[in-house]
């Protein structure tokens, strides 16, 4: 049996196969899914899982070189924009980058894959831009 927190099979699987500049999201329940990208649906109900513990869980198991983030996050100031503040002063997702929520969501077309959280708090969304570990 693993060792690291991470126990889901498919994530586990997309995370492992990531290169360099590989885009992973973790998105609310609400956020589109474009066609063609994987999604792994962790949804089970409104609130779970939530976006701070997945994002935990992945960070465990995932180098991030940086994130992108919609501006709207801001001003909605859901609860996983103090977890993401934290983590960037803790060096742990890299540069961020801010752009429109219509921008992330074109973005999202790029992502290797997308994890779908029980977050029902709007803008809880990140790309995570897998980084390398040397």
Known sequence: MKKTPLLNIALSRVIASLGH???LMIVDAGMPVPPGVELIDL?????????????????SEMEVESHVLAREMIEARPPALLMIETLQLDGQLGQPDWISHEALKALSRRAKAIVRTGECQPYSNVALVAGVVF
């Open 43 to 59: 949804a089970l109900t409104r609130g779970v899982p939530d976006f701070v513990g997945v994002l935990d869980v992945v960070l």
């Open 21 to 23: 500049g590989d885009i």
